[in-house]
């Protein structure tokens, strides 16, 4: 079966600090991967995903940036971090073929970020 | 993509039945419907999907009407455990289609009272 792994669980940075949250999916293979983040009481925002290694679309400007370095691991990262980027963060990977169910996305268990 | 209309909060007892009901007018033919549901400090879970008619598994129902413009998620017999946000999304979204996006919006509360 899949499974996803996300960590840390939770991180207290300070402004102006580096960022890098990493997430690894097994028992699949080129799967979309996706980062979104969640404020306080909000939706979820998408900020990336990857059809592929290498293959980062952005989705909301902003201060951070994702890459694929392998076809199972995804990394979300920020070289200077700012008070705004506080937030739940969540990794999501689904399935590439084109069978039924679409696009069904399985969700980490997330990252919660407080930049102090 | 289609925009998705739903309540922001339902309160209900537990052993009811609760059933929320999601308006997406604007959904194209390809569109199918999805449920997921987040409980605090976790990331969301699958619930169903469907594309029109009647889906059920062991978790819910999912009843879409012939027009597919709005689409019921049914919980049979709440516990307390159910109290969760619940969101529903439409979109097709597969590898090739040029559409990965699931738009999650605010969601459902649905709050189970003893």
């Known amino acids: 079966s899949q499974t996803i792994h996300q960590w840390p669980a939770t991180l207290v940075q300070p402004v102006g600090s580096p960022l890098s949250l990493e997430c690894t999916v097994e028992?699949?293979?080129?799967?979309?991967l996706y980062w979104y983040r969640q404020a306080a009481g909000r939706g979820l925002q998408l900020l990336f995903y990857?059809?592929?290694?290498?293959?980062i679309s952005s989705e909301v400007p902003q201060n951070l940036s994702a890459s694929r370095p392998q076809d199972r691991q995804f990394i979300l990262s920020s070289k200077k971090l700012l008070l705004s980027d506080s937030g739940f963060y969540l990794c999501?990977?689904?399935?590439?073929?084109?069978?039924?169910?679409?696009?069904?996305?399985?969700f980490g268990a997330g990252t919660r970020l407080s930049v102090l | 993509l289609a925009k998705t209309t739903q309540p922001i909060s339902m309160d209900s007892y537990e052993g009811q039945e609760v059933n929320i009901t999601c308006s997406h007018n604007?959904?194209?033919?390809?569109?199918?419907i999805t449920w997921y549901q987040q409980f605090p400090s976790q990331g969301p879970r699958f619930i169903i999907q469907?594309?029109?008619t009647k889906v059920t598994n062991e978790v819910a129902s999912l009843f879409i009407p012939a027009d597919r413009k709005s689409s019921t998620l049914s919980l049979p017999r709440v516990s307390l455990s159910d109290t969760a946000v619940y969101y529903c999304?439409?979109?097709?979204?597969?590898?090739?289609?040029?559409?990965?996006?699931?738009?999650f919006g605010k969601g459902t509360k649905l709050s189970v009272i003893p």
């Open positions: 990857s059809v592929g290694i290498g293959q």
């Open positions: 469907g594309y029109k």
């Open positions: 028992g699949t293979s080129n799967p979309n």
């Open positions: 999304l439409v979109g097709e979204g597969y590898a090739g289609a040029g559409s990965y996006q699931l738009t």
């Open positions: 604007n959904i194209a033919t390809n569109d199918y």
């Open positions: 999501a990977w689904s399935a590439r073929d084109r069978g039924f169910p679409k696009n069904i996305q399985y």
